[in-house]
């Protein structure tokens, strides 16, 4: 009888560590999804980093793809993309996105460029009026959105095309060469020993400002809330409109600061400045893992996700890849972050 008990004891001490074991098991599968979710992007640029540091040794018989001067031109390239993105990624966690980042970025550069160059303005005020132009514009992308109601593509594609016919018309559509003098530390700028290029702290210090901010106080809160369920939102006490809103100037901001490390970077303004940088912010805002359907994702992964979009075309450069392929492979990875969104937020029936 007593051995009876004491092998009744055994095997509920077995059970119990089958149990323990496989709910530990089943935590770690949870916790190693939840991070391939949120860092997916991150995981993704060390595959990449191995993959094209192997390709790069077998074709020239030496590593171009691994050194600091390469690493120099991704990180100077990314920074002004990812700064743009900053603002889009913030949009996309309240459920929209504004398609005129790109050519508002262009046309806050050219004003720039012609108070600057053309006209004798001084560095400063031709700055703020550059930042004054991107509230302005930001602001009239959330009004619409926000309390109009004009669905957002309609409303910021609208604008996309005003400020790049406006561009095109103060300029001529003729570059503007010698331009940002002042203040072309911002992107030409290196720290510790010509390592670290200054756009890349900008870079770094904006993010981990706005991860805080999304992540540790009310504002951020109230910008998931939003982007969750907007009547939940509202009904909570949220002021869902002016939420809206305000994600649509600190893209019009960030865009501006965008314009000012890329003309510091090139040293002179073109129309085509910012082309496309819209949909690259959006591809490196989901590769980061913010959803489309907002509510979702981390800001930090966005920066993530445009530092794998630039390793990733860099290392296609590098290996001779046509330039126009390289075009068709980044509407492949659109798409495909696209749907890997669609298929991760969509609901069991």
């Avoid at 890349?200 to 805080?212: E, N, P, T």
């Avoid at 939102?233 to 501006?256: C, D, P």
């Avoid at 492979?329 to 069991?348: C, F, Q």
Wanted: positive net charge.
């Amino acid at each position: 009888m007593v051995a009876g008990r004491a092998a009744a004891a055994t095997e509920d001490h077995n059970t119990l560590n089958l149990e323990g074991r496989t709910s530990m098991s089943t935590q770690a599968g949870k916790t190693i999804k939840t991070f391939l979710k949120n860092w997916i992007s991150l995981v993704g640029i060390l595959l990449l980093i191995v993959v094209f540091s192997i390709l790069s040794q077998m074709r020239f018989g030496a590593q171009y793809f691994l050194t600091l001067t390469n690493w120099k031109t991704i990180l100077l390239q990314t920074s002004t993309v990812a700064i743009v993105a900053l603002g889009q990624s913030i949009m996309l966690m309240t459920g929209n996105f504004d398609l005129s980042l790109g050519r508002m970025l262009c046309l806050v550069s050219c004003v720039g460029a012609v108070l600057m160059r053309n006209l004798g303005w001084p560095t400063i005020p031709a700055i703020l009026v550059m930042f004054l132009i991107g509230i302005v514009v930001g602001s009239i992308n959330g009004a619409l959105v926000s309390y109009v109601r004009v669905p957002a593509m309609i409303a910021t594609l609208g604008t996309q095309y005003i400020c790049y016919g406006i561009s095109k018309l103060i300029t001529q559509a003729v570059p503007i060469p010698k331009v940002a003098e002042g203040f072309s530390w911002l992107g030409r700028g290196y720290i510790l020993n010509n390592t670290i290029p200054v756009s890349v702290i900008i870079m770094l210090a904006l993010y981990i400002a706005a991860q805080f901010i999304t992540t540790k106080t009310r504002i951020g809160r109230s910008l998931y809330a939003v982007g969750g369920s907007r009547e939940a939102a509202f009904f909570s006490g949220i002021n869902v409109k002016r939420i809206q809103f305000g994600t649509f100037v600190l893209g019009g901001i960030l865009a501006t600061f965008g314009g000012l490390v890329l003309m510091a970077r090139l040293g002179s303004v073109a129309v085509t400045n910012g082309e496309n940088y819209e949909f690259d912010a959006v591809i490196g805002s989901i590769i980061g893992g913010v959803s489309l359907t907002g509510g979702k994702g981390y800001v930090l992964g966005t920066m993530f996700g445009c530092i794998f979009l630039n390793v990733l075309f860099n290392g296609f450069s590098q290996l001779g890849v046509d330039p126009f392929v390289q075009d068709v492979l980044k509407g492949i990875v659109l798409v495909l972050a696209v749907v890997l969104d669609v298929l991760s937020n969509r609901k069991k029936d």
